[in-house]
């Protein structure tokens, strides 16, 4: 049944059964995080009321993959509460703008007084400006969270509890060219549909108007955006969004049997290896190609469903149609970059063919906003956030490791949403022209100003050899804690993973990654710079550390110590450096190298030769590099630490016994010989020599190259000159 433009179908209510999950689980790979389990828990519901219950019932509804994509989605509830005066008051707590429900907190509920909100019902229309001032005005504690842009639908609503999720299953029977008569087929009565329309005051007024007409409706779905559903209490509300995306998964599992998805392959899926090798190819020209506003970090996925997709015979055509849901945009953009392969493209002609389909999205996009724009409205970075390369993968981009997998996390729901809606019929999206509105529409970009502010090194990759103590650990941290992505690197794969550990629980998932390293090995390092470019894009910053240290007269002087030296301490160096090196050119985005040499360069120590000449040797190579870098904007740079003790695995026992015979002195008073050494006679821990590579890694050392930073209290003997 229509009724201007509403759709009211009845949906017959059915409890969830045992063995739907097993059925559920054969699917197909295209349908992702099918089965709609409830994940209530009535003894742990008990002991919660209130705003409590709903903060529990939210986290649920976030935990659903499938029910809303990261910071999607809002929930609320009606309560009486006291204002200012201690007078009682009806408040709608209601999610507020920027919070994710998966991990949402009561002072993520801001509470708006219910009878600024149902005095608007008096509106026919209300501007996006005057609304949202409006409701900072209706706010019980002043100074608080934004509410959500769809306050007013959940506060138009006479229901205790009311849920709005952008369930893909449920997006799915919308977003194709047959959905009325899909959703009178799966839902039959009471359920209203309402068409598109952007949110705000308007479709707010137009969900109260259609529940108003049909009192006895069950759930309200708004067609390429999501579903509503209400209760008399939070459970209510929660266990009907789960039957109503039950039926919606049933239909699509039924219609799907059998069925080719998205029209079978078309490109060949390479091979594991083959498909590695391409994307350490094409992922730092990638970067350099996204990252010409500002930089980018760019990820790589070629599992299952996704080479399925990209490699099927319809799935970049369909790609190409439009999000699945208008909160998509704001962070994928309308469409991803389709780049146009057959399967046998390898080295530089799949590099320029991805170049190539970067340079057409940009001039498509440009068009784009030049037709959409609206007064006020600026051309943003016009560069692809996803990026699908058939037989192949797909890259995605961002301002950091997070905000990459959020892309791909939508992407994949979007490939989820496409295969439901090519079940029932042709996949339809939002006309450009309304996708642009969300995309541009400030209070969607406000949820982006809600992030913190970028920091120093925010947006860069920075890989530190021998990171899993001393100097390198310490210059690790210091590197994230500005901001950089930071590939912990060391023979002790243990302890590398160990730091990155430390660093990802002070700043953040996605910050660091721990890899194994022998220095000396070829194709280790060119491992480890694999897992770098595949981790996070590419590479910006080179921390060269990794060191040991040998100490012994010349003249009884192995060959095997003489050449284990200069292996770590030389060869070392020139192979990670070469590696890096060709990364930060092919991006062409510049970059920097660090060197972590020593005071012996300058000041070489008695009995030991090894060290000295092996770390002279790394000197020269950094100047080398500063010579040949700096036609591409890379700069190469050395500090000179002396004496760092603490947390140092280069300070073994056996180098402190060698070491403090050489001076003449007990093993025990080593570490005061070497801070009564110096002229400023103090100690020079990890922490003083990871803030001189700060400066030499950041843009605060940008007109910088070749020049030595020593950290060592003053060593007249090892001034640089």
């Excluded at 995080?33 to 002991?47: C, I, L």
């Excluded at 302890?495 to 953040?508: M, Q, Y």
């Amino acid at each position: 049944m229509v009724e201007s433009g509403i759709m009211v179908v009845r949906a017959e209510r059915r409890p969830r059964r045992l063995g739907d999950a097993r059925r559920e689980a054969s699917l197909g790979s295209w349908y992702r995080d099918a089965a709609m389990h409830s994940r209530w828990d009535d003894a742990e519901a008990r002991r919660l009321e209130g705003l409590d219950l709903l903060v529990y019932a939210s986290r649920l509804i976030g935990a659903e993959t499938s029910l809303v994509v990261w910071g999607g989605g809002n929930t609320s509830i009606k309560t009486i509460e006291r204002d200012h005066r201690g007078r009682e008051v009806q408040v709608l707590r209601v999610k507020g703008s920027g919070s994710d429900l998966k991990s949402v907190q009561r002072k993520d509920f801001p509470g708006v007084r219910m009878d600024d909100i149902l005095a608007l019902l008096e509106r026919d229309d209300m501007g996006d400006t005057e609304m949202v001032s409006y409701l900072a005005h209706g706010l019980l504690d002043s100074g608080g969270t934004r509410p959500s842009i769809e306050t007013l639908l959940h506060g138009f609503l006479p229901s205790h509890a009311v849920i709005h999720t952008h369930a893909d299953a449920i997006v799915s029977l919308t977003n194709n060219d047959h959905h009325r008569d899909v959703f009178a087929e799966v839902y039959g009565k009471d359920v209203i549909t309402l068409p598109y329309r952007r949110p705000g005051f308007r479709i707010s007024r137009d969900v109260a108007d259609a529940l108003r007409g049909h009192p006895d409706a069950t759930a309200l779905v708004l067609e390429r955006h999501g579903t509503i559903t209400w209760g008399a209490t939070v459970r209510d509300a929660y266990d009907a969004t789960l039957e109503l995306v039950t039926r919606a998964e049933e239909a699509i599992a039924a219609r799907k049997r059998g069925r080719p998805v998205f029209g079978g392959p078309r490109v060949p899926m390479r091979e594991g290896a083959a498909r590695r090798a391409a994307a350490l190819a094409a992922a730092p020209r990638l970067r350099g190609a996204l990252s010409r506003t500002r930089r980018v970090i760019v990820t790589f996925d070629d599992s299952p469903p996704i080479l399925e997709f990209v490699s099927s015979a319809h799935g970049p055509r369909l790609s190409q149609i439009g999000p699945a849901t208008p909160d998509h945009t704001i962070y994928t953009k309308r469409l991803p970059c389709v780049v146009a392969l057959e399967g046998r493209e390898t080295g530089e002609s799949l590099v320029a063919a991805i170049e190539g389909a970067v340079e057409r999205f940009v001039a498509d996009y440009t068009r784009y906003v030049d037709a959409n724009r609206f007064e006020g409205a600026e051309l943003g970075d016009p560069r692809p956030r996803v990026v699908l390369l058939p037989g192949l993968g797909m890259f995605t981009a961002g301002r950091d490791r997070r905000t990459t997998g959020i892309v791909n996390d939508i992407y994949r729901h979007t490939i989820d949403v496409i295969g439901g809606a090519s079940a029932f019929g042709e996949y339809v999206s939002l006309s450009a022209r309304d996708a642009f509105d969300v995309e541009y529409w400030p209070l969607e970009l406000y949820k982006l100003t809600l992030a913190p502010p970028e920091k120093e090194l925010a947006r860069r990759i920075a890989l530190v050899t021998g990171g899993a103590s001393g100097i390198g650990r310490a210059v690790a941290r210091r590197l994230a804690a500005e901001g950089a992505h930071v590939v912990v690197a060391d023979l002790d794969e243990v302890g590398a993973r160990k730091t990155a550990d430390e660093i990802i629980a002070a700043v953040g998932a996605g910050r660091a990654l721990g890899v194994g390293m022998d220095v000396t090995r070829e194709d280790s390092v060119s491992a480890g710079l694999g897992e770098t470019v595949l981790a996070y894009g590419g590479l910006d910053l080179l921390v060269s550390n990794a060191g040991i240290a040998h100490s012994c007269p010349v003249e009884r002087l192995s060959l095997a110590d003489w050449e284990r030296s200069f292996a770590v301490n030389a060869r070392g160096h020139f192979l990670v450096a070469r590696e890096a090196m060709r990364i930060l050119t092919a991006q062409g985005l510049g970059g920097a190298l660090v060197f972590v040499a020593t005071k012996n360069v300058m000041s070489p120590g008695k009995d030991f030769a090894a060290y000295s000449a092996a770390k002279a040797a790394e000197a020269q190579l950094a100047k080398v590099l500063a010579l040949e870098g700096a036609p591409h904007g890379i700069r190469s740079n050395i500090v000179n630490p002396d004496a760092v003790f603490h947390d140092s695995k280069l300070w073994s026992e056996d180098v402190r016994r060698e070491r403090a015979a050489a001076q003449g002195i007990p093993v025990t008073e080593l570490e005061e010989f070497y801070r009564k050494r110096n002229l400023l006679g103090v100690r020079i821990l990890p922490e003083d020599v990871a803030e001189a590579v700060l400066f030499l890694a950041s843009d605060r050392s940008a007109k910088t190259t070749g020049c030595t930073i020593t950290v060592d209290g003053g060593v007249k003997d090892a001034f640089p000159r």
